[in-house]
């Protein structure tokens, strides 16, 4: 079992780059979540998915989109980068039967 | 909409002594989760509190919940090196689908010293 992984673990983009983190799992788990993480503050929640085809908006979602094709991937997409969206990507996943999210290695993104 | 206020965000303390990081939410939450993490990695788990009163203890550290007061403390008894790292407290809300929406706190970076 690889667990949460998470592509590409780096990325520089420039002002209004597009790019595409993807999150994969292996453990069957129905809910998945997308959270950035900046220095001082803890992780907050972007957007996150209860199945595959479903997705749902959490706390800070402007300037990202998601989807969830299949079960085991969710895709968290950023169509024209901005500096404020530097920051440290982190994907979870986890199912009704567990008591706690299991956290991807994370994505350090940063734009110039 | 819950928010979550840890404190203190910065403890620098010397090795064997004991301190408690506070982390207080300010609306009602099922489940508080305290988590670590190390530079450049990512969270691990450490606690779930499930229940009012509800007390866990992993070595040497220990974390309680009071759903009343709305307040979870994660102690620190007798600290070692190895304890350096940032820990987070999180609390729950309910998603879409039975799902669980954390909010965390900010953190609070420990240091240990020798």
């Known amino acids: 079992n690889a667990g949460v992984t998470q592509t590409p673990k780096f990325r520089v983009l420039k002002t209004g780059q597009s790019m595409t983190l993807l999150c994969a799992q292996d453990?069957?788990?129905?809910?998945m979540y997308w959270y950035r993480q900046d220095p001082g503050m803890g992780l907050r929640l972007i957007h996150y998915?209860?199945?595959?085809?479903?997705?749902a908006k959490g706390e800070v979602p402007d300037g990202y989109n998601v989807s969830r094709l299949k079960k085991q991937n969710f895709l968290l997409g950023l169509e024209s980068a901005a500096p404020s969206q530097t920051s440290v990507y982190f994907c979870?996943?986890?199912?009704?039967?567990?008591?706690?999210?299991?956290f991807g290695p994370g994505t350090r993104l940063t734009v110039l | 909409e819950l928010k979550v206020e840890q404190n203190p965000l910065f403890l620098s303390m010397q090795e064997g002594k004991n301190y408690t990081i506070y982390c207080n939410y300010s609306?009602?939450?099922?489940?508080l989760y305290w988590y670590r993490q190390d530079p450049g990695k990512s969270l691990e788990s450490l606690f779930v509190?499930?229940?009012n009163g509800a007390v866990k203890q992993e070595g040497r550290l220990m974390a309680s919940l009071d759903t009343k007061a709305r307040l979870s403390t994660l102690h620190i008894t007798a600290a070692v090196h190895d304890l350096s790292a940032t820990y987070f407290c999180?609390?729950?809300?309910w998603g879409k689908g039975g799902s669980e929406k954390l909010v965390f706190g900010k953190g609070t970076k420990l240091t240990v010293n020798p």
């Open positions: 979870a996943s986890t199912n009704w039967a567990y008591n706690e999210q299991f």
């Open positions: 453990m069957n788990h129905e809910y």
């Open positions: 998915s209860v199945g595959e085809g479903t997705t």
């Open positions: 609306t009602t939450s099922d489940r």
């Open positions: 509190l499930l229940s």
């Open positions: 999180a609390a729950s809300l």
